[in-house]
């Protein structure tokens, strides 16, 4: 069959069949008198196959390792196929869902529309720099669109970049708000914590009622961050995260810290007497090492008796470290360790 007549058949140009030929994907078996190629039916299924996989999405180049390959398994190009058509369709949506912001941001004129556009291209790029350049260097006099800064922050997982957004975001005050709320309500963990992370440095009720849901988040890093955050805003709903983060030893000092910040509040500062010595019947010795040291952020006059009592425990290093605690506090009355 000549050229022709496999071009009209198989619908495959006569160019792209002379460039199977050059590539050695499809060379036809014979040739006529006057020196045309001539496909033999195998040819023509070869052709078939090899458009079956273009359509896939696999490149001329693949398509000529897997044929060429005899111990090629369909399966495992499939299982490829499925990973890149799987980052494709999540790149777009990820697309979706900023150009979907973008509409709702009603940007007005096109000084507005191009920095958005800009905007976009920079935090679509493959390359953290440029990501992090499109979020610290913005256009004069045209705001950026929060939303879309704040669907970035919960998409990024460059470190650098995620700073830059949650800079930005930060700036912006109590904007974006509601998205990362959102975020902090996904189901993937990774969504979770950069959402909470954002919020923590979000300030206002509506950042706040957002992390304070967050402190019953299955994960613990989700927690520890939303616990902080709470307390520092001298929220007590994050009393028990932030005594069970001493215990656990997840950021402890940083938790103990907010605790005796909360304990200046006379109204709250026996409720985390309670749950430290509480917990310090029960604890094993590492944690009431730690909840130990975390008395000492305590108020002196509340503190100090208790660590007198700890200073003949049973547990030697528990008894010295009470006991040393203790009388720095005594020495140093106005203040914690």
Same mark, same amino acid.
């Given at each position: 069959?000549?050229?022709?007549?496999?071009?009209?058949?198989?619908?495959?140009?006569?160019?792209?069949?002379?460039?199977?030929?050059? !590539?050695?994907?499809?060379?036809?078996?014979?040739?006529?008198?006057?020196?045309?190629?001539?496909?033999?039916?195998?040819?023509?299924?070869?052709?078939?196959?090899?458009?079956?996989?273009?359509?896939?999405? !696999?490149?001329?180049?693949?398509?000529?390792?897997?044929?060429?390959?005899?111990?090629?398994?369909?399966?495992?190009?499939?299982?490829?196929?499925?990973?890149?058509?799987?980052?494709?369709?999540?790149?777009?949506?990820?697309?979706?869902?900023?150009?979907?912001?973008?509409?709702?941001?009603?940007?007005?004129?096109?000084?507005?529309?191009?920095?958005?556009?800009?905007?976009?291209?920079?935090?679509?790029?493959?390359?953290?720099?440029?990501?992090?350049?499109?979020?610290?260097?913005?256009?004069?006099?045209?705001?950026?669109?929060?939303?879309?800064?704040?669907?970035?922050?919960?998409?990024?997982?460059?470190?650098?970049?995620?700073?830059?957004?949650?800079?930005?975001?930060?700036?912006?005050?109590?904007?974006?708000?509601?998205?990362?709320?959102?975020?902090?309500?996904?189901?993937?963990?990774?969504?979770?914590?950069?959402?909470?992370?954002?919020?923590?440095?979000?300030?206002?009720?509506?950042?706040?009622?957002?992390?304070?849901?967050?402190?019953?988040?299955?994960?613990?890093?989700?927690?520890?961050?939303?616990?902080?955050?709470?307390?520092?805003?001298?929220?007590?709903?994050?009393?028990?995260?932030?005594?069970?983060?001493?215990?656990?030893?997840?950021?402890?000092?940083?938790?103990?810290?907010?605790?005796?910040?909360?304990?200046?509040?006379?109204?709250?500062?026996?409720?985390?007497?309670?749950?430290?010595?509480?917990?310090?019947?029960?604890?094993?010795?590492?944690?009431?090492?730690? !909840?130990?040291?975390?008395?000492?952020?305590?108020?002196?006059?509340?503190?100090?008796?208790?660590?007198?009592?700890?200073?003949?425990?049973?547990?030697?290093?528990?008894?010295?470290?009470?006991?040393?605690?203790?009388?720095?506090?005594?020495?140093?009355?106005?203040?914690?360790?």
């Amino acid at each position: 069959m000549l050229i022709g007549e496999v071009t009209r058949r198989s619908g495959v140009s006569s160019r792209m069949l002379r460039h199977y030929d050059a !590539l050695g994907l499809v060379r036809p078996t014979g040739r006529t008198v006057g020196g045309y190629r001539e496909y033999s039916d195998e040819d023509i299924r070869r052709i078939f196959h090899v458009e079956s996989l273009r359509s896939l999405g !696999l490149s001329l180049r693949q398509i000529g390792r897997a044929m060429a390959d005899p111990a090629f398994e369909p399966s495992d190009l499939v299982g490829d196929l499925i990973r890149r058509t799987e980052e494709r369709l999540k790149r777009e949506q990820e697309l979706l869902d900023r150009l979907r912001a973008v509409d709702a941001s009603a940007p007005f004129g096109w000084e507005g529309v191009l920095r958005i556009v800009e905007l976009l291209r920079g935090l679509n790029s493959p390359h953290a720099a440029r990501r992090q350049q499109a979020v610290l260097a913005p256009a004069e006099d045209v705001p950026m669109s929060t939303e879309l800064l704040a669907g970035a922050v919960l998409a990024e997982a460059d470190p650098n970049v995620a700073g830059a957004l949650r800079w930005a975001l930060a700036r912006a005050g109590g904007e974006g708000v509601t998205s990362l709320a959102s975020g902090a309500r996904s189901e993937d963990v990774e969504v979770r914590r950069r959402a909470v992370h954002a919020l923590a440095g979000i300030p206002g009720d509506e950042a706040t009622s957002a992390l304070t849901e967050a402190l019953g988040d299955p994960d613990p890093a989700v927690r520890a961050r939303a616990a902080l955050a709470v307390g520092s805003r001298g929220r007590t709903e994050a009393v028990p995260a932030l005594v069970r983060m001493v215990v656990e030893g997840t950021t402890d000092v940083e938790a103990a810290e907010v605790l005796g910040a909360l304990a200046r509040d006379a109204g709250c500062a026996d409720r985390i007497m309670n749950e430290l010595t509480g917990e310090l019947a029960t604890a094993d010795p590492a944690a009431r090492i730690r !909840l130990t040291q975390a008395l000492a952020e305590m108020p002196p006059d509340l503190a100090k008796g208790v660590l007198r009592n700890l200073a003949e425990d049973d547990d030697h290093a528990v008894a010295r470290l009470a006991s040393a605690l203790a009388g720095a506090l005594t020495t140093h009355p106005d203040g914690g360790g």
